[in-house]
């Protein structure tokens, strides 16, 4: 599988997988580390990152932030993305684990 | 001297005789004349410390000295029962011994003050109901400022006095909930309660509280004041801040703000606003502080620092001097506009007596990342890791390169406030799970903060937000038109934008009167 390939997968703990842009996903300090060729984690030749510590329902909606965010780019007045209460703290325990 | 009808007294072994103690014999306990003997006994007793001298200043000396028999006689009795409460508490935490939290009497751990205690006690407790009515306001507070703050500020809402004086009684903090009352406060004008108030009528019921609470030892506000929409004057004057909460601005009435002689070393940035509003003016008074100047670092090594107003001497350092007219020459480029205006309108001729505002520079611009740590580009890294809030910057800033978006708010900012508007969030970091990483729980508590004074806004689109994305600090020159640029002249705000987009400083030659 070649190294650089424009879409990466993303696992949650409970196995479900995410297909997203590379380029989106990498705003992530964590997963452009663990997808850095040059610091060769397994990661980076199967382009595939698991986390253990995320399940399915917050990865989700991790990638839904991904493209909210490159979407947003450089526009003005920015509506909020819809973040639902039950998912609260784990994903600001994610979002903080991913630096995102 | 006989003791008619005296209760056995323990005079055969008082285990460490007290000092304080008068001898026995000068006491009587008989029931007809003990009041009043005791009363004057107690005039005559020089070493006793609780009627002897004003105690107020030596409160905490004698405090140690004796500490018990203090809390056992001191203070009126209405005291009594909230510092049984405190009492409870403290020994709860403690845990070092029982204490009879209804009399205030110690119980079994003091030998010294355990066989005359509950006697005396109540002897002590007549005597004070008395002695308590001629003390002094700051005596009677000495115990429990804030009980007696909360009492005054009821008293004031019954009575419908507008001004309250909360002025030197010691507070070291003071809640929301002895603030609440004043929003039951109105103004004494409509007699006629069987009819309602018409419309003008109303208006006089809207009171203007001066609220006076110079002279404490105030660290933090409670935010229950910035809600307080009916000060128009508010004294914070010689207290302990070291922050004074943009939320200030909320108080839209204020005609008199003093925050003088505080711990403040720079200004939130809708301080701004308030002192170039044109149409209310409030007046403000901002100094002493310990408010940080521009300053320019010459010996990195000593980091020895250069204040910018010993300026024009010949042994100046190059960098320094430059930085020195530079800013200097922004301070005449900003008083040149305001003064052309000057000539051709009246108007704006008698606006100038007022004090000016131009713009000289920014401290560098700290951005932060999604959890609120500064993210340092590697060229700017100053030696010491920190990044110096009083070195002015001149030439432009940029955000460091980003793959995120710098419009759009992070996801951590996001879940935020959500949480603000999903979850009470005030106790909420004691039922984190304990491997919670500190960034979660301080921002979470930084949520907290946001619910109960409102979040911060952005300083350039006034958005609000949880946490900031970057932060500086803007030096303004603040004076009449007659000033020169120094140091006291100078006033240093600080700004917070909701992204790293918004991280714009003031442009150059921004000037208001
Ligand atoms: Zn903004």
């Known amino acids: 599988m070649s190294a650089e390939s424009d879409y990466v997968t993303l696992i949650s703990s409970d196995g479900y997988s995410f297909v997203v842009q590379r380029s989106s996903a990498c705003i992530s300090a964590a997963i452009r580390r663990m997808l850095d060729p040059s610091l060769g984690f397994a990661e980076s030749k199967t382009n595939t990152c698991r986390f253990e510590n995320i399940n399915g329902l917050v990865l989700e909606k991790v990638c839904e932030y991904f493209y909210y965010n490159e979407k947003h780019k450089n526009s003005k007045d920015v509506p909020d993305m819809d973040v639902p209460a039950e998912l609260c703290l784990e994903l600001l325990m994610a979002a903080d684990y991913l630096n995102v | ?513």
């Open chain 2, 1 to 513: 001297m006989a003791l008619p009808s005296s209760p056995p007294l323990p005079f055969e072994d008082p285990p460490s005789s007290p000092p304080l103690l008068p001898t026995l014999s000068d006491i009587s306990f008989t029931a007809n004349a003990g009041r009043k003997r005791l009363h004057s006994d107690y005039g005559s007793l020089s070493s006793d410390p609780l009627f002897s001298e004003d105690t107020s200043e030596f409160a905490f000396h004698e405090d140690e000295e004796q500490p018990k028999r203090k809390r056992m006689v001191k203070g009126p009795w209405w005291n009594m029962a909230r510092r049984s409460r405190h009492d409870l508490r403290r020994s709860m935490i403690k845990k070092d011994g029982f204490r009879n939290v209804d009399s205030g009497v110690w119980m079994g751990s003091d030998d010294s003050l355990e066989s005359f205690g509950s006697e005396r006690s109540r002897h002590e407790h007549l005597a004070r109901e008395e002695v308590v009515k001629q003390r002094s306001r700051i005596d009677a507070t000495e115990d429990d400022p804030e009980g007696f703050a909360a009492r005054v500020v009821q008293g004031c809402v019954d009575n419908g006095k507008e001004m309250i004086d909360l002025s030197g009684i010691g507070l070291t903090s003071i809640s929301s909930a002895a603030l609440l009352p004043l929003h039951q406060m109105i103004r004494h004008a409509h007699d006629d309660l069987t009819q309602p108030p018409s419309e003008d009528q109303y208006s006089c019921f809207t009171p203007s509280i001066q609220l006076f609470l110079y002279g404490n030892l105030l660290s933090s506000l409670p935010a229950e004041l910035f809600k307080l929409r009916n000060i128009t004057v508010l004294s914070l004057r010689n207290n302990s801040l070291e922050e004074l909460p943009a939320a200030i601005t909320q108080l839209n009435r204020l005609t008199e703000l003093n925050v003088a002689g505080n711990r403040l070393n720079h200004l939130p940035w809708s301080v701004l606003d308030l002192l170039r509003s044109t149409e209310d003016v409030c007046k403000v008074s901002l100094r002493p502080n310990p408010f940080r100047v521009p300053k320019v670092t010459i010996d990195k090594d000593s980091s020895k620092l250069m204040q910018l107003d010993e300026q024009l001497g010949d042994d100046q350092h190059p960098a320094a001097s430059a930085i020195s007219k530079s800013l200097e020459a922004r301070f005449l480029r900003g008083r040149q506009t305001l003064n052309g205006g000057d000539e051709d309108a009246t108007p704006k001729k008698k606006r100038n007596s007022r004090e000016q505002l131009i713009f000289l520079a920014p401290s560098r611009i700290r951005f932060l990342d999604s959890e609120g740590s500064v993210v340092r580009p590697s060229m700017t890294a100053h030696p010491s890791g920190e990044i110096d809030w009083e070195a002015p910057v001149l030439e432009p800033q940029s955000p460091p390169v980003t793959q995120a978006s710098t419009t759009a708010p992070s996801l951590f900012e996001l879940v935020l406030r959500s949480a603000q508007e999903s979850y009470d969030l005030r106790d909420v970091t004691a039922l984190l799970p304990l491997d919670t990483p500190s960034t979660v729980s301080r921002a979470l508590e930084q949520a907290a903060r946001g619910v109960e004074y409102g979040n911060d806004q952005c300083s350039t689109c006034r958005k609000p937000f949880v946490m900031p994305r970057a932060e500086w600090l803007e030096y303004w020159f603040h004076g009449h038109d007659y000033y020169n640029l120094t140091q006291d002249a100078i006033l240093p705000f600080k700004r917070t934008a909701c992204s790293w987009a918004c991280a714009q400083v003031t442009s150059v030659g921004t000037a208001f009167c």
